[in-house]
């Protein structure tokens, strides 16, 4: 048997890498907008005035981007039983414990799939608000209190996005194996049958 099980062809990687480098740029010029503390990050967009400019724009293009990753991912990404299972035994999954691997978990684990619900949400609530709020081409439609009420909407919504990247990313990188998924589209046979058992055998037929 091949030692590495293909996961990601070029095209799903190039799209995630994509909204990867999107959403940090967004948020880290969305914390330059919120507080004076940061606005130094605005020079990730080339200074306060293209930060301005270039943050709804390069949104538009970020939310665009993840339907694309959605719409490769999202069936994979449907909670169910054994999920709930999962969930349940979240401390031994923290502590390493041997009950979860007992679990015949899919491409994707509880975790990830509440990750990625967590994202279609925030990115949704972005995307509208960020609408609303657009000041040079479409606020002038919206009354007063509707722009700020978007605009705090915008802000939690931002702050969910940033802190479920957190988690994704520490996720990604403390589960050893799981990095080179999405550098190299291949996963250790070994990191497959232990982590996702069910995908594993869906994969090669063996168990
Ligand atoms: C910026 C640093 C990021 C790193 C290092 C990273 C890393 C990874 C890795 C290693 C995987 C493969 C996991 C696996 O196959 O088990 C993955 C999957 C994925 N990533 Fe990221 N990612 C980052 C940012 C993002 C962002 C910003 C988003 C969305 C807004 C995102 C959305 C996803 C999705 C949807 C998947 C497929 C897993 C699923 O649907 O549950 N990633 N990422």
């Known amino acids: 048997m091949s030692k590495f099980i293909p996961r990601y062809g070029v095209s799903d990687r190039v799209n995630h890498w994509i909204v990867a480098l999107l959403f940090v740029l967004l948020s880290l010029s969305g914390l330059a907008f919120f507080h004076p503390a940061f606005f130094f990050l605005s020079s990730v967009l080339g200074g306060p005035v293209w930060a301005r400019i270039l943050h709804p724009f390069l949104g538009l293009v970020m939310a665009g981007s993840f339907v694309g990753l959605s719409m490769r991912v999202w069936k994979e990404n449907i909670i169910k039983p054994v999920d709930i299972e999962w969930l349940k035994m979240i401390e031994e999954v923290i502590n390493n414990g041997s009950g979860p691997d007992k679990l015949p978990i899919g491409k994707y684990n509880a975790g990830q799939k509440l990750m990625f619900w967590t994202m279609v949400g925030s990115v949704a609530l972005l995307v ?80």
């Open 128 to 207: 509208l608000t960020g609408i609303v709020i657009w000041r040079s081409y479409f606020a002038m439609y919206f009354p007063i209190p509707l722009i700020r009420f978007a605009m705090l909407i915008h802000m939690l919504a931002g702050f969910t996005g940033i802190i479920a990247l957190i988690v994704h990313v520490y996720a990604a990188i403390w589960v050893k194996g799981t990095i080179r998924a999405m550098t190299r589209g291949s996963v250790d046979a070994e990191w497959a049958k232990h982590h996702h058992p069910e995908w594993f055998k869906e994969q090669t037929g063996k168990h």
